[in-house]
C-alpha cells in the first residue's frame, strides 16, 4: 500500500526511538521545540523553528500538530504556533515543588542571617515568590508565596536580570512600564542597567528601599537553574546594614550554590538510564 512522505517519516522515527542519552528522540525534540517557543517569547511560525532547531519542516509540523492535540500549543488565526494553555497547570505544580526542594536552605539561610529567606522565579514580565521562610524576629518581613511584582523594584528582579542582554531587559521595561513604589525606587532604564552593572561587578543585588520604604533586601541568582530563579533575605534596613551586608552575601552565595547543585541531582537522577 502507498504510503504519505509523512506515514514514512513516522516509520522511520519508529524505526529509531531513542536518542544518542537513551531517550525517546521524538520526546526530546518536541521538548526542544517548547523551549525554543519560549525562548523566542511564545509564538512562532514553522520555518523559524526549523532554522533555529535545525529539523527539517514535516518533522516540525507532526510534533507540534501532536503538542496541538494535547494542548500544549495552540495554532493561531495567523497559521503561527503558541504555548498552550495546559502549560501553565505544568508550570504552576513545577513551581510549587522547586519551592518546597527550596525551603531547607531557605530555612539554613534564616539561621544564618536572621533575616526572612526567600526564593523567586521570573515568570514573563514579572517576578513571582515561590517559597519563603520567614525570620525569628518579631519584627521581620513577609511577602505572600504566589506574590507577583514587577522586576525593577526588587532585589531578586535585579538578580534574574542582570546578565540579561540590554536590548531584552529595555524591551521588557517599556511593557510593564516602572512605577515608583517608593521615592528610591529606580524608574528609568538607564537607571536599571546601570544597577545591573553594579550587580555584574559585586556579584549580588540589593533592593535599598526601593520596594518598601524600611526594607533592604539582598539577593543572589541561582546559579544554573532550570528556570531563571533568585534567593534573597530581607529585613529592617537597620538590621541590614552595610557592614550585615558583607556577612550575609558569601552566606547567599553558598547557599545558592548548594540549591544549584542539589537541582541538578535532582535533575540527574530522575533522567533515564541506559541499558
Known sequence: MPTSSAASASATDAAKPA????????????????????????????????????LPLPTIHRLMRTLVACGYVRQQ????????????????SASRL??????????????ETGET????????????YVAQVPSKHSMRMFTEVGRRVLPHSTGVGKALLAHAPADEVRALLARTGMPAATEKTITTADGFLAALDVVR???????????EV???????PVPNSPTPAAI????????????????????????????????????????????
Open 19 to 54: 536518542s544518542a542519552s537513551g531517550g525517546v528522540q521524538s520526546l526530546e525534540r518536541a521538548f526542544d521545540l517548547l523551549e525554543r517557543m519560549a525562548d523566542a517569547g511564545g509564538e512562532v511560525g514553522l520555518s523559524e523553528l526549523s532554522a533555529s532547531s535545525g
Open 77 to 92: 488565526s495567523n497559521r503561527r504556533y503558541a504555548l498552550g494553555p495546559r502549560l501553565i497547570r505544568l508550570g504552576e
Open 98 to 111: 522547586l519551592g518546597t526542594w527550596a525551603r531547607p536552605y531557605l530555612a539554613r539561610l534564616v539561621e
Open 117 to 128: 529567606a526567600n526564593m523567586a522565579l521570573l515568570d514573563g514580565d514579572e517576578i513571582v
Open 201 to 211: 561587578a559585586s556579584g549580588y543585588a540589593v533592593d535599598d528601599n526601593e520596594q
Open 214 to 220: 524600611g526594607v533592604r533586601c539582598l539577593a543572589v
Open 232 to 275: 534573597s533575605i530581607s529585613g529592617p534596613a537597620g538590621r541590614v546594614t552595610e557592614t550585615a551586608t558583607e556577612r550575609i552575601v558569601p552566606i547567599l552565595q553558598e547557599v545558592a550554590r548548594e540549591l544549584s547543585e542539589a537541582l541538578a541531582n535532582t535533575a540527574a537522577a530522575a533522567a533515564p538510564q541506559q541499558a
